[in-house]
């Protein structure tokens, strides 16, 4: 009877309550992409914030146009990357094409940037891709989402 009682408890603690847990599997983190914490908003100029495309919405790359740099997460380090190149006409301070890095770590970005009625100051990243290429390692492309915002 105590082992019944004791089976009963586990399998009730073990049971989900409706909501799907969700456990981050992504290959992002295997090549050394982690989430970065928590990012503010602009202090001067416009901010690109970009999440993974898939459910949970990691935050895996914060730009400034006033400072030129990008910010991704490397091994669990904040790296910051300067600005390397763009290609198209910006808009907000970022461009559809552009690229960050070191001779250590470069992102290429490929960005639908949206114009909405609904924003003011900034513009909706729909879709996109995150490009990471690492000195001496494979290339890693990420989709993305994201946003720009701007300080008004």
Request: positive net charge; contains cysteine.
């Given at each position: 009877m105590r082992w019944a009682c004791l089976l009963a408890l586990l399998l009730t603690g073990c049971a989900t309550s409706g909501r799907e847990r969700t456990v981050t599997t992504s290959p992002i983190f295997s090549k050394g992409l982690g989430v970065l914490p928590p990012q503010g908003p602009?202090?001067?100029?416009?901010?690109?914030?970009?999440?993974?495309?898939?459910?949970?919405?990691l935050l895996l790359l914060a730009?400034?146009?006033?400072?030129?740099?990008?910010?991704?997460?490397?091994?669990?380090?904040?790296?910051?990357?300067?600005?390397?190149?763009?290609?198209?006409?910006?808009?907000?301070?970022?461009?559809?094409?552009?690229?960050?890095?070191?001779?250590?770590?470069?992102?290429?970005?490929?960005?639908?940037?949206?114009?909405?009625?609904?924003?003011?100051?900034?513009?909706?990243?729909?879709?996109?891709?995150?490009r990471l290429d690492l000195a001496g390692a494979d290339s890693l492309a990420v989709p993305v989402r994201g946003l720009i915002a701007c300080k008004t």
């Amino acid at each position: 009877m105590r082992w019944a009682c004791l089976l009963a408890l586990l399998l009730t603690g073990c049971a989900t309550s409706g909501r799907e847990r969700t456990v981050t599997t992504s290959p992002i983190f295997s090549k050394g992409l982690g989430v970065l914490p928590p990012q503010g908003p602009p202090r001067a100029g416009c901010a690109l914030y970009l999440y993974s495309a898939g459910q949970g919405r990691l935050l895996l790359l914060a730009a400034d146009s006033s400072t030129g740099t990008a910010r991704i997460m490397l091994d669990g380090v904040v790296t910051i990357l300067p600005f390397i190149a763009f290609d198209g006409i910006p808009q907000s301070g970022f461009s559809r094409h552009m690229s960050y890095g070191t001779e250590q770590a470069q992102v290429a970005l490929d960005l639908d940037l949206a114009g909405r009625t609904d924003m003011r100051g900034g513009a909706a990243i729909e879709s996109g891709s995150l490009r990471l290429d690492l000195a001496g390692a494979d290339s890693l492309a990420v989709p993305v989402r994201g946003l720009i915002a701007c300080k008004t």
